[in-house]
């Protein structure tokens, strides 16, 4: 009898927990439903990693089994002063996948933006080198035993398959992607090393992407998966691209990943995620302030739905799905292109309520 009251006050304590942070505990899982099929993983940022809101967290991990880092472990933030490394918050990443059993994406070694601003002071090949060098070797071997994979060499590419012109080409030469797989190897040789890139499944960049990838293979260092970071549009997934792309990345025996998937429901006049694009703001630019249109909603209900069903078609393949952002509130679209807009491109809405696009996803499992 007491048992039964106190199961009762437990619920009770957790449905107005719920009612409170906004969510049910009636939500189905996605990870749950995925659980034989691929990794459920998000973005987090530094006051969800700090769990700064405790049913957050609970909502966090009752959904989720991956997580990569929004941005703390990026070189500027780990790695602020040329010998100063900044752990506290990774840790704390850390920490929190191993007490709720998630599996943490390390994100990113090594990336032309978000690099330390001493960086721009350096002007010697041998300089860039002993960064570069020390900057893997440091944070690669902190984490060798506690994460599970790097996005070792992030975005390296433009549009047209071309390697990007970034201080580490300009100074080390094309060789230094795969170099950066053979040293991030050396230091945690049991973590599955990635190269990750967005625009990846079209044509042009994905043979660019096949070539970069080959040349790692051919020197000998190991790469064990691509990551194709899906910022799409809604209404113009690129379903055929992904497709192929899926195919042609696993002939290479490599494991495909959708490692920052959102979908944008705002106009936009350009394709990708190149954080140094901007457009001016105006309200034409903002025009759902007050709440998604219903036809909107819809279609990215529909997109997201053609997307999971072609991740299940090929879950032989397809090893993660990851969302960059656990809520439509948290999303970095909503700052980017255009500051200060409303958008609402993942699956749950501001309160962590599950939208149409999470019951048509979670529907393919019934
Ligand atoms: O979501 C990230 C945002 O908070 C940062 O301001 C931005 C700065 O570069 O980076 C965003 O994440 C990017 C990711 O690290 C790499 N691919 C593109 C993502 C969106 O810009």
């Not at 619920?11 to 691929?38: E, H, R, V, W, Y």
Request: hydrophobic share 40%; glycine share 6%; net charge positive.
């Amino acid at each position: 009898m007491i048992f039964k009251k106190n199961r009762r006050a437990v619920s009770t304590a957790i449905l107005i927990m719920g009612a409170i942070s906004g969510f049910s505990q009636s939500i189905p899982s996605l990870k749950d439903a995925f659980k034989n099929d691929f990794g459920i993983g998000t973005a987090l940022n530094n006051s969800q990693i700090e769990e700064r809101d405790p049913a957050l967290t609970q909502f966090i991990v009752s959904q989720f089994n991956m997580a990569t880092p929004e941005n703390v472990m990026k070189s500027a933030l780990i790695h602020p002063k040329w010998d100063t490394y900044d752990f506290v918050v990774p840790d704390k990443l850390v920490e929190f996948g191993k007490k709720y059993n998630i599996k943490i994406n390390g994100h990113t070694l090594i990336w032309h933006s978000q690099l330390p601003s001493f960086i721009r002071g350096i002007h010697s090949k041998d300089s860039i080198q002993t960064f570069f060098n020390d900057h893997i070797k440091t944070v690669a071997s902190r984490y060798k035993d506690n994460i599970f994979s790097w996005d070792v060499v992030n975005e390296a590419l433009n549009e047209d398959g071309t390697l990007r012109k970034t201080v580490f080409l300009d100074y080390l030469g094309e060789g230094y992607i795969a170099e950066a797989f053979r040293l991030t190897q050396q230091a945690a040789p049991n973590v599955e090393l990635y190269y990750n890139d967005y625009n990846n499944e079209q044509p042009a960049k994905r043979a660019g992407c096949i070539n970069l990838i080959k040349k790692i293979q051919a020197s000998g260092a190991r790469i064990d998966g691509v990551g194709i970071q899906g910022h799409w549009h809604v209404g113009k997934v690129p379903f055929k691209d992904i497709e192929e792309s899926i195919l042609q990345y696993a002939a290479l025996g490599l494991k495909v990943m959708f490692t920052e998937l959102d979908i944008e429901v705002l106009p936009r006049n350009f394709q990708g995620a190149d954080v140094n694009q901007r457009m001016a703001s105006n309200p034409a630019m903002n025009p759902y302030t007050a709440g998604l249109p219903d036809d909107v909603q819809q279609q990215l209900a529909a997109d997201y739905e053609a997307l999971f069903k072609l991740f299940l078609k090929h879950k032989d393949k397809v090893t993660r799905v990851t969302f960059w952002g656990v809520n439509d509130g948290n999303s970095w679209l909503n700052g980017w292109p255009v500051r200060g807009r409303t958008n609402y491109p993942l699956l749950f809405d501001r309160n962590n309520q599950p939208k149409p696009a999470f019951y048509k996803v979670i529907g393919l499992k019934k």
